[in-house]
């Protein structure tokens, strides 16, 4: 026979139990339910000073793999390398919406951009970017064409750009196009890769 002694501590260690495991699940949906009103983790961009101008920005469509003119008015710095930095975030940004028509992962973000001679852009982008981009060969040919037709209608003197990914080479966008290259910026060059 069980001591009466015994019988109250394992009937309060069981309630303890219980409890705890209550608690323990309400923690969890308050959890949930704070992720769910939590606005989207994205990063913030250090504020830009200099001034509005409206720019020209290719967007792809997937569908039919034409890129779209979309002018937009944006604050651009004064300085090449930051006005080429902000020029392509609004392209990044463009992709980013809900109704985009070529999503780019909602963490993507263009770093810095270096300009080691005046026909070169080096873009640094951040994991994301690369991360989670879709893949498929038209798709990530898109995202390379939408840079250089952007760069080209903004920037005319960077006649050539480089992208980085975290500040390294990457074998790839995300599966098929080489990201080992330096590519142009002319029209002609992507007129002939993409469909008509």
């Known amino acids: 026979m069980i001591s009466r002694a015994l019988f109250i501590t394992m009937l309060f260690l069981l309630i303890g139990v219980v409890a705890l495991g209550i608690y323990g699940l309400h923690l969890k949906h308050q959890m949930e339910l704070s992720a769910e009103l939590a606005p989207e983790a994205k990063p913030v961009a250090a504020p830009v000073n200099g001034s509005t101008a409206i720019i020209a920005l290719f967007v792809p469509e997937d569908g039919s793999g034409?890129?779209?003119?979309?002018?937009?008015?944006?604050?651009?710095?004064?300085?090449?390398s930051?006005?080429?930095?902000?020029?392509?975030?609004?392209?990044?940004?463009?992709?980013?919406?809900?109704?985009?028509?070529?999503?780019?992962?909602s963490d993507?973000?263009?770093?810095?951009?270096?300009?080691?001679?005046?026909?070169?852009?080096?873009?640094?982008?951040?994991?994301?970017?690369?991360?989670?981009?879709?893949?498929?060969?038209?798709?990530?040919?898109?995202?390379?064409?939408?840079?250089?037709?952007?760069?080209?209608?903004?920037?005319p003197d960077i006649k050539q750009f480089k992208l980085l990914i975290d500040g390294k080479e990457r074998e790839t966008l995300a599966g098929h196009v080489d990201l080992l290259e330096i590519y142009p910026t002319d029209q002609q060059t992507w007129a002939q890769l993409l469909p008509r």
């Open 66 to 80: 034409v890129l779209v003119r979309r002018d937009v008015s944006v604050e651009v710095p004064s300085g090449q």
């Open 82 to 105: 930051g006005r080429v930095r902000e020029i392509l975030r609004a392209l990044v940004s463009t992709c980013q919406a809900k109704n985009s028509t070529h999503p780019l992962s």
């Open 108 to 155: 993507a973000d263009i770093r810095e951009v270096f300009l080691p001679s005046p026909n070169l852009a080096v873009i640094n982008t951040n994991a994301a970017f690369a991360d989670g981009h879709r893949s498929g060969i038209l798709v990530e040919e898109l995202t390379l064409a939408a840079i250089a037709r952007t760069l080209a209608v903004n920037m």
